[in-house]
């Protein structure tokens, strides 16, 4: 833990993103947007930034106690706005299966995948699942990462999607690091279910409520697509959504055009992720409607599918973001800053849009952007010190190098030694 109040100095810069935060603009990002300051220090007071400048520190800051930052850089806290980190056991055999030439749908089809992870999570234990999960959280600390959505999805009853959803509670209650919850109970079907849709209206009439009265989600996802659900089986489940006031989030046209990035927009999502084959139709809906298209780059990878070219999104003016999508079949990366070099290669985007979408976009993607996502006065003291020279070689670092310091709150959270 840090004293109540400190400052951080002789900062080689700090990417600030105040331009996008001055005019909370979310799109047509450019270098010029981040917003760098040379020689720059920041200050802390409790949670909060109390002050960020360059040059001479500013008087009223001179007692605070110091933190010498020399030879390093400071961006916000990233976020990760889409996990799966409530889960227990093993799928490596079926990466190994897929080396055979095996799909990720063909695994599925054969009760692998979703299901598998279902079976092994309901077996363990409340506090085996909390300590999977807390280890999990220190990864993503040791990454940068200050804000995590983090996702139910492999419980599939009501009772164990209500288990996993009150342990992120009982989590968040005392974390430096903020925690989003998303209610997924739409993840896959339930094997003693008759159908997706009749899954889903159990889960709208029995579920939701629960969630909602217990105040254990910010919102609800599905995920659609051809074999898990369709946009017509969530139509219940995401109008109760709506209207107990639950945000929505969505997995969409990741194998085929499922019609998802339509539904994400027609529902006023906050985010659709995956995308691979979002209609132009749906693209131009989402950018209407101020969609965050949320980019899964670590999924491409692991399970060979294609990467979403982020082009076509840029050009409709949705705003970009990058997430690991961590889970333990199709993506078990857990590190943002990977991704963030592995997102802005394959998907496409510059230095400053692949800053821009592990810190200011996930912030509003979770709205959270008054709060976090850039490092101005007032925000949450979510800092990332990184031992590196440049902007530039945080992009290009593959999330090589450890940080030096992660301060979540104004809480160290981590430091390597
Ligand atoms: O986002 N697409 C659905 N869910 C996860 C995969 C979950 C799993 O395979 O366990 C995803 O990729
Ligand atoms: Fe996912």
């Not at 009853?157 to 903020?178: F, P, Y």
């Not at 529902?267 to 209407?288: K, N, R, T, V, W």
């Not at 709060?371 to 031992?387: H, N, S, V």
Request: charged share 20%; net charge neutral; glycine share 8%.
């Amino acid at each position: 833990m840090t004293s109540a109040s400190f400052i951080i100095t002789n900062l080689k810069e700090a990417v600030t993103l105040e331009p996008l935060a001055k005019e909370n603009r979310f799109t047509q990002i450019s270098n010029k947007d981040l917003g760098r300051q040379a020689n720059a220090w920041i200050a802390v007071t409790g949670q909060k930034i109390v002050g960020v400048g360059c040059g001479e520190v500013d008087s009223n800051f001179k007692t605070f106690a110091n933190i010498d930052g020399r030879g390093c850089i400071a961006l916000p806290g990233l976020i990760d706005a889409h996990t799966h980190p409530v889960f227990a056991g093993i799928r490596s055999d079926e990466f190994c299966r897929r080396l055979d030439g095996a799909t990720y749908q063909e695994i599925a089809k054969q009760g692998g995948g979703i299901q598998s992870s279902v079976k092994s999570t309901a077996e363990a234990t409340d506090d085996l699942l909390e300590s999977l999960i807390r280890a999990r959280m220190n990864t993503f600390a040791q990454h940068g990462v200050t804000t995590i959505e983090m996702k139910s999805g492999y419980g599939l009853t009501v009772a164990e999607e209500l288990r996993h959803l009150r342990l992120i509670k009982k989590i968040a209650q005392n974390s430096a690091q903020t925690i989003s919850a998303t209610c997924l109970a739409l993840h896959a079907v339930p094997k003693d279910q008759p159908s997706a849709k009749k899954w889903a209206e159990v889960c709208a009439r029995e579920l939701l409520p629960i969630v909602r009265k217990e105040g254990l989600a910010d919102a609800v996802d599905a995920f659609i697509e051809t074999g898990y659900f369709s946009v017509n089986d969530c139509a219940l489940y995401l109008e109760t959504a709506k209207q107990l006031g639950l945000n929505i989030r969505l997995h969409v046209d990741e194998f085929s055009d499922s019609q998802g990035a339509v539904c994400a927009a027609s529902y006023g999502a906050l985010s659709a992720d995956h995308l691979q084959f979002a209609s132009p139709e749906g693209i131009l809906a989402m950018a209407s409607k101020g969609v965050v298209a949320l980019l899964l780059p670590g999924t491409s990878l692991y399970t060979s599918i294609p990467y979403t070219d982020s082009t076509p999104f840029k050009k409709a003016g949705c705003a970009i973001g990058l997430a690991t999508d961590f889970n333990p079949g199709s993506c078990p990366v857990d590190n943002l800053r990977l991704v963030l070099t592995m997102g802005a290669l394959h998907c496409k985007l510059t230095m400053a849009e692949a800053v821009a979408a592990v810190t200011w976009v996930p912030a509003r993607s979770l709205r959270l952007e008054g709060e976090k996502g850039a490092l101005t006065i007032g925000r949450d003291a979510d800092i990332l010190i990184m031992p590196l020279t440049s902007c530039e070689e945080f992009v290009a670092d593959l999330g090589r190098t450890r940080p030096a310091f992660v301060f979540a709150k104004g809480r160290k959270i981590f430091s390597p030694d």
